[in-house]
């Protein structure tokens, strides 16, 4: 089993639709879950970061953490064309200073 | 602000070779790790660089070692290149050692 689970996708969503994004992991120690987005060809770029259960809030994005579920999801509402990425889960274990991804899930929003 | 930057972006090396990528932190981070990313896979650890340290260590062979100088910059140095060693070089840099991480644009390499 791998420490961060996604699902690979491709996941399609129609344009102004609500993509759901989710991922799993493993270590109930985990603390730390990051959002990355990354456009074909090149690097992650930060999208959203949650450390507490429930839900955060950064404008079309929503990260939603469930510890007790070890379950951690992205919302992005009124998808766009360039939403069209890979998202990866990333997770912080305290004590472990890397991030662990998991493989991505990528993200197809049709216009 | 600037962000995370890393030099070159591109590299192009034959089997045996050595190579050595640089990484600037964002500003105000004091801690870098490198990662590497293999085509269609998700960044992997290699090590992270705190304090001029090797503070942890992924699951990669001797042939990678890196150096943190004193203006928190740094390098990564990879010996007797493998194709297998073909990917994207990222850099993230963060405050502290376990805190959020910022990525650069990455160093393409290239082993023929």
Known sequence: QKEVEQNSGPLSVPEGAIASLNCTYSDRGSQSFFWYRQYSGKSPELIMFIYSNGDKEDG????????ASQYVSLLIRDSQPSDSATYLCAVLVPGRRALTFGSGTRLQVQP | DAGVTQSPTHLIKTRGQQVTLR???KSGHD????????LGQEPQFIFQYYE???RQRGNFPDRFSGHQFPNYSSELNVNALLLGDSALYLCASSQGTGETQYFGPGTRLLVL
């Open chain 1, 60 to 67: 079309r994005f929503t990260a939603q953490l469930n510890k």
């Open chain 2, 23 to 25: 990484c600037s932190p």
């Open chain 2, 31 to 38: 801690t870098v790790s490198w990662y590497q990313q293999a």
């Open chain 2, 52 to 54: 001029e340290e090797e």
